[in-house]
């Protein structure tokens, strides 16, 4: 199946579609259906009930819009960019590192620097996709992907939609911090839309400028916290390490997640993840021999990453990134410690009391007044960070500190320069961050494209999606043989009875028999029942995948269906329990 194939299924099913149709369209901004808006749910209801209430971790819900000092703090202002080339003669714009990427063997062009994107756009003799324009020697620049807005009235209160859904949980970090009693690890969780103004939206649901994020950031004291690695401990793991990309016959390292953490090949909190994140994948059906774990190369390493490696699955031939598993050290709250007026650190208390020698200074301001002027607070506050740093400035008879690039001598007496024993019982630390950031819209492409299956039914070819049971957004389909002798209304009836359980059931008497079934086929509906004129008390139920059909009793079929769905049984043990029809 090709891209185009999967794009109009998703279209004639009701699984998404370019937004704005009546208008021409809008690129980067598709609709989901139907069909779509219940599978993204059912991933982000599955991937809720593994991520965080598994593991104890909790939910928030931020605005998508933000002030700019978070951005200019988080970083995103000024290193947020991609490569853009802009064609001289149609003026279109285009991402010069995915022009690299689709027409040479290069696989990772995004962590090349911009001069040798130059350099090989004219090596290649790359054309403008558009126009056909040769592209050679045209400047590659930066550009900022965040959308800007204002705040109110006017233009005074810049803001910016956000590009991920992580900084609403670390700006919030001191409240989130008490409601966990400052007691590390804590994870919070977060599902939300994010905007990127892509330059080139392709590949349908895949580049987008607003999608649907899925975050967890995990807080955790780097020096006491550890990962119960033996949850995950036996999970094998497909891994391209980085410096396995770097080789011309680069291959894959295959390793359980205990061995790729006693090895030194990934983090260990961030290979309990991958671990965790595997298993995932595979239970909504995402095909694991198309599958893969990638170390981010030095490059293209994002601004906050100490180390990442990206979940990526195959479709249509090309590997997408699916979800990144990042190691965020401190960077970010320690960036919004610098720039806010919080304080974004939690206080580790010790086991027991530590008596300790800190240097102290109290500063006579009698003396620093007359000499410094305005500046002698400000004197004052270097003095005393000072000797929190370097003890031994104080050696001597005077001291040099910095103000605003002013060299200021104080003598050492005026100081009031002194090293006490105190007791201590705890200390400020600031927590490191641990983060999978799941793409929902990349991973129902994935598994959409992954259930896709062709096969042959009486002569004719048949197309289906082997959606997981709990994640199918239609779970049975209820339909009378023929649309009279109450056929019809005994399967409203089951169909209602079923919904009052819980299921999602459609309804249908439009065709034939074989083109429902055919129809449900395609959207990915598990399960089928036909209610005929056999007898009142039993219906046929019929599974996608196999096409086979087994006679049920009709007052079983909510349980029955429940075992089917949460995998307490399957369709082939059933089968051969059932009686001969």
Known sequence: MTRNDLVELAKRRGYFFQSAGAYGGVSGFYTYGPQGATLKQNVENSWRERFQVREGHREIDAPTVMPEPVFEASGHLDTFDDMLVECPECGESHRADHLIEDNTDIEEAESIAISEVEDLISEHDLQCPNCGTELGGVPVEDFNLMFETNIGPGSSSPGYLRPETAQGIFVEFPQLAEYARNQLPFGITQIGKAYRNEISPRKSIVRVREFTQAELEHFIDPTEDEPQLDRVADVELKLYPAEEQEKEDGEYVYKTVEEAVEEGLVHEWVAYYLGVGKQWYESIGVDMDRFRFRQHLSGELAHYAADCWDAESEVDGD?????????????????????????????????????????????????????????????????????????????????????????????????????????????????????????????????????????????????????????????????????????????????????????DVTYDDSGSIGRRYRRQDEVGTPFCITVDDETADTVTLRERDSTEQVRVETEDLPDLLADLREGETTFAELDATAPEQ
């Open 319 to 503: 590997w997408i990134e699916i979800t990144g598993f990042a190691y965020r050290s401190d960077y970010d709250l320690s960036k919004h410690d610098e720039y806010s007026d919080d304080d974004f650190t939690v206080f580790k208390q010790y086991d027991e009391p530590k008596v300790v020698e800190r240097a102290t200074v109290d500063p006579d301001m009698s003396y620093l007044g007359p000499e410094f002027g305005g500046a002698a607070g400000d004197v004052a506050t270097e003095l005393e960070l000072l000797a929190e740093r370097d003890r031994t400035a104080f050696d001597g008879e005077t001291v040099t500190v910095e103000v605003e690039g002013d060299e200021h001598e104080i003598p050492v007496e005026k100081t009031g320069f002194a090293v006490e024993e105190v007791k201590e019982t705890g200390e400020h630390i600031m927590p490191h961050v641990v983060e999978p950031s799941i793409g929902i819209d990349r991973v129902i492409y994935t598994v959409l494209d992954h259930a896709y299956e062709e096969d042959e039914i009486e002569g004719e070819t048949r197309s289906y999606l082997s959606l997981e049971p709990d994640v199918a957004p239609t779970f049975v389909g209820v339909f009378p043989l023929v649309d009279k002798e109450g056929m019809d209304d005994r399967a409203r009836d089951i169909a209602d009875d079923l919904r009052a359980e819980g299921f």
